[in-house]
């Protein structure tokens, strides 16, 4: 028998599990939200399972994370932003 697949919520990240600190996912639709002043790596988005894209943010850690590892990109002049 399989199991019945995990809901998605949207107010963790689809990478960590973590909370993602969304201010959408959290109802306050009024407030910017933090990820409207950061940029995604490709590499990063990537990552996110297929199921989760477009519904579920990924965290401030992982973003960081994420653009850590792109700046050691040389071939980037522009930091790989």
């Not at 028998?1 to 990240?13: F, V």
């Not at 910017?32 to 995604?40: D, E």
Request: glycine content about 14%.
């Amino acid at each position: 028998m399989n199991a019945a697949p995990t809901p998605l919520d949207p107010g963790r990240c689809p990478l960590c599990g973590g909370a993602n600190g969304c201010a959408m996912a959290a109802g306050d639709h009024d407030a910017p939200c933090w990820c409207t002043q950061v940029g995604f790596a490709p590499e990063l988005l990537a990552r996110v399972p297929a199921a989760a894209r477009g519904l579920a943010c990924i965290c401030r850690r992982c973003a960081e994370a994420g653009a850590e590892a792109g700046a050691g990109d040389a071939a980037a002049p522009d930091g790989g932003r």
